[in-house]
């Protein structure tokens, strides 16, 4: 269905079918396509894909979430189907089908924060022991330096350093739909280079120079492992690391290097480099409730400060 095919006065389905195709498809990235191809084919077409779009009102978007919230459906997916609702219509807008976004007068469903505990200095160094030496070792060291999933699997030894002890992030490997996605980071920010740890370094010192070519977490035929594989090897090393965790993935990793740098005091902005973020606000809103007794510290400088002062 091309534009000037698509009815003056089209259906919900007419235009999310044209504007997936035509405005999602090639502006996103395949994973970010996939899922607002998901949310529209499961949340919105089935609730609203043969009204016309200029019939749809805010009190029956409003109406739709709230009976998902009490569905038990997760705030973040109803969340999620507005955020998407919103773009398409706005799109909408300026294609001239309506006048309104009417999502934008939807109250946006509260999503609560999941608490996420990062790894403590004993449990960091028990998965440094488990690993040690093997090529999960060389995974948690570098999730231990910051890096997201998709920027471990699309490392290359070639990125690496390790005699200046620099580490670039060039490339992020994604799997979308039916197979992998290698693409630039996502943001300026995100393509960066970091220093890593001496204890980064010993790690991947271990590999000798002949076998640092190609991916560092590679299968038989070259290409980057999947995520799930990685988070078996991960699985395993918490296993022999005898942690009483079931939480430990690579986000997790990484948001242990965040607790670790801001609790020894790096400055926010060098934390927002090493995690590849935008803003300092983006680093301070993901991880700033980190460490509840840093506030503790933080009081106790204060009162050092005053007394100091007489």
């Known amino acids: 269905m091309t534009r000037s095919k698509l009815p003056r006065d089209p259906t919900v389905r007419q235009f999310i079918s044209l504007w997936l195709r035509d405005v999602v498809g090639p502006g996103v990235r395949p994973t970010t396509a996939g899922g607002y191809r998901y949310i529209c084919q499961n949340r919105i077409l089935p609730e609203w894909g043969e009204l016309r779009l200029r019939a749809l009102r805010a009190v029956e978007v409003q109406a739709f979430l709230a009976s998902e919230l009490r569905r038990g459906q997760a705030p973040s997916t109803v969340r999620q189907t507005l955020r998407i609702l919103r773009i398409a219509l706005e799109r909408a807008r300026g294609f001239g089908f309506v006048k309104v976004n009417v999502a934008r007068e939807v109250v946006t469903p509260r999503v609560p924060r999941p608490v996420i505990v990062p790894l403590a200095p004993g449990e960091v160094r028990a998965l440094l022991r488990a690993t040690r030496g093997d090529a999960v070792g060389r995974l948690v060291v570098l999730g231990l330096a910051g890096l997201r999933a998709g920027e471990l699997r699309g490392l290359q030894w070639g990125d ?10 060039r490339r992020t490997a994604q799997w979308a ?21 001496r204890f980064v370094v010993r790690e991947l010192a271990k590999v000798s120079r002949r076998e640092r070519r190609g991916f560092l977490f590679a299968g038989v035929k070259g290409t980057p492992l999947h995520g799930t594989v990685l988070q078996r090897w991960l699985n395993r090393a918490v296993m022999k690391a005898r942690l009483r965790r079931n939480d430990v993935t690579v986000h997790l990793l990484r948001h242990t290097a965040a607790a670790m740098l801001l609790e020894s005091a790096v400055h926010l902005r060098v934390v927002m480099n090493v995690l590849g973020h935008s803003r300092v606000s983006t680093t301070i809103e993901v991880y700033g409730h980190l460490r ?5 510290q933080a009081a106790a400088t204060m009162d050092s400060w005053i007394y100091r002062q007489r």
């Open 160 to 169: 690496l350093d390790l005699r200046t002890r620099r580490l670039h992030v």
């Open 177 to 197: 739909g039916k197979g992998l996605d290698i693409v630039p980071p996502k943001t300026l920010a995100s393509l960066r280079t970091i220093a890593l740890p």
């Open 292 to 296: 509840p007794e840093l506030h503790a």
